[in-house]
T-cell receptor, first 116, second 108 residues
């Protein structure tokens, strides 16, 4: 069954701890994205990656880090430097070819992170 | 800088009424515009994109470069159209950003 999978669905973290959210896709997509979804603020881009071993900061990258060692995986680490980490996090992927039209982005089911 | 603006947080209409969800953008190059939809308890999914110039579920959207707008329209709303709608813009580097979303509520 092809798709994009985020785990876990719910995550609790104590203040001061780092936590890593998983995102895996078997769609053979080159591009992957991480968004944060807060009420009234829509989806805000944290990081994105167009290709393996390369990624760029989005609009709200401070306090987050990512890696892209494999095409299928794009984990997001929420560090203790993130001042307001409690949020709903969405991962997405799309097929990307430089110079071509952007294709449809497919989304995971999301991870709800709560800092306690 | 890339920016997408959706001025309405909530749009409430009666069944059978026309619908227009507004979207304005800011981008210095040639943008690609999309509408995504999130139905209750479902994943965010693509509704339509300007490059396809298609009608999906009765919805259409025309890119107006002069007004930098990409409004989503449907002549007759249905109750099953109730959902959260997001306008999105992709730039040359494949950076994909979204607006703040509009909740469409179609009343019976």
């Amino acid at each position: 069954d092809g798709g994009i999978t985020q785990s876990p669905k719910y995550l609790f973290r104590k203040e001061g701890q780092n936590v890593t959210l998983s995102c895996e896709q078997n769609l053979n997509h080159d591009a992957m994205y991480w968004y944060r979804q807060d009420p009234g603020q829509g989806l805000r881009l944290i990081y994105y990656s167009q290709i393996v071993n390369d990624f760029q900061k989005g609009d709200i990258a401070e306090g987050y880090s990512v890696s892209r060692e494999k095409k299928e995986s794009f984990p997001l680490t929420v560090t203790s430097a993130q001042k307001n980490p409690t949020a709903f996090y969405l991962c997405a992927s799309s097929r990307f070819r430089a110079g071509s039209a952007n294709t449809e982005a497919f989304f995971g089911q999301g991870t709800r992170l709560t800092v306690v | 800088a890339q920016r997408v603006t959706q001025p309405e947080k909530l749009l409430s209409v009666f069944k059978g009424a026309p619908v227009e969800l507004k979207c304005n953008y800011s981008y210095s190059g040639s943008p690609e515009l999309f509408w995504y939809v999130q139905y209750s308890r479902q994943r965010l999914q693509l509704l339509l994109r300007h490059i396809s110039r298609e009608s999906i579920k009765g919805f259409t959207a025309d890119l107006n470069k002069g007004e930098t707008s990409f409004h989503l329209k449907k002549p007759f709303a249905q109750e099953e159209d109730s959902a959260m709608y997001y306008c999105a813009l992709a730039g040359a580097t494949n950076k994909l950003i979204f607006g703040t979303g509009t909740l469409l509520a179609v009343q019976p």
